[in-house]
């Protein structure tokens, strides 16, 4: 069956652009998790979503980063005015109300 | 607040002998600990993990690792190591399991010598 699934693999962008980092979930999988992974870091949680409402966004590091799931099944992760700091892998993760985390491959965002 | 220290960034051992691999944690409420695996190039696939029960969990690939609370440790251990096990390896923790954010250590590099 289909795992997670994140697009683009990888993204290049000038500091200062708008980027968007979609991810797909497994299918009836209500929970959705962005994390953010730094060279030689674990993954950062940023935001939980349960159906369509962001029932955690603690780990947004500020107010640049926003993310959606307008019908509680893809989601958006969307970056404005990029900065170098945001250089990582951003992980997206589905789950099961109640059960393991099933992680896609990540988008590998590189901000010049 | 949550945490993991994954003792040791890199580790190294002969194809063949123990993997031992450290995690102690913080937490203020009884925690459900993880152990994952992410091989080069792909995404973090779930080895074990401990919610309620027996301590010692068997995982894949032939990994265990004991809950110990009075050391708040979650030792990740495989008696045998692989050529096929080097890769990166995370602790992660969480306070209620399930659809909960997961707190991880830095990773530890396993590499595995012929």
């Known amino acids: 069956g289909a795992g997670v699934s994140q697009t683009p693999s990888n993204k290049v962008t000038e500091k200062g652009k708008y980027v968007e980092l979609r991810c797909d979930p497994i299918?009836?999988?209500?929970?959705l998790y962005w994390y953010r992974q730094s060279l030689g870091q674990g993954p950062e949680f940023l935001i939980y979503?349960?159906?369509?409402?962001?029932?955690?966004d603690s780990g947004l590091p500020n107010d640049r980063f926003f993310a959606v799931r307008p019908e509680g099944s893809v989601s958006t992760l969307k970056i404005q005015r990029t900065e170098r700091g945001d250089s990582a892998v951003y992980l997206c993760?589905?789950?099961?109300?109640?059960?393991?985390?099933?992680f896609g491959p990540g988008t590998r965002l590189t901000v010049t | 607040a949550q945490s993991v220290t994954q003792l040791g960034s890199h580790v190294s051992v002969s194809e063949g002998a123990l993997v031992l691999l450290r995690c102690n944690y913080s937490?203020?409420?009884?925690?459900?600990l993880f152990w994952y695996v992410q091989y080069p190039n792909q995404g973090l696939q779930l080895l074990l993990k401990?919610?309620?029960?027996?301590?010692l969990v068997k995982g894949i690939n032939g990994f265990e690792a004991e809950f110990k609370k009075s050391e708040t440790s979650f030792h990740l251990t495989k008696p045998s190591a692989h050529m096929s096990d080097a890769a990166e390896y995370f602790c992660?923790?969480?306070?209620?399991?399930?659809?909960?954010?997961?707190?991880f250590g830095q990773g530890t590099r396993l590499t595995i010598n012929p």
């Open positions: 993760a589905s789950s099961l109300d109640s059960g393991e985390q099933y």
């Open positions: 299918s009836g999988h209500t929970a």
């Open positions: 979503f349960q159906g369509t409402g962001a029932a955690d």
């Open positions: 937490s203020s409420v009884p925690p459900y």
């Open positions: 401990y919610t309620t029960g027996a301590t």
């Open positions: 992660a923790v969480s306070d209620q399991g399930g659809a909960q954010k997961l707190v």
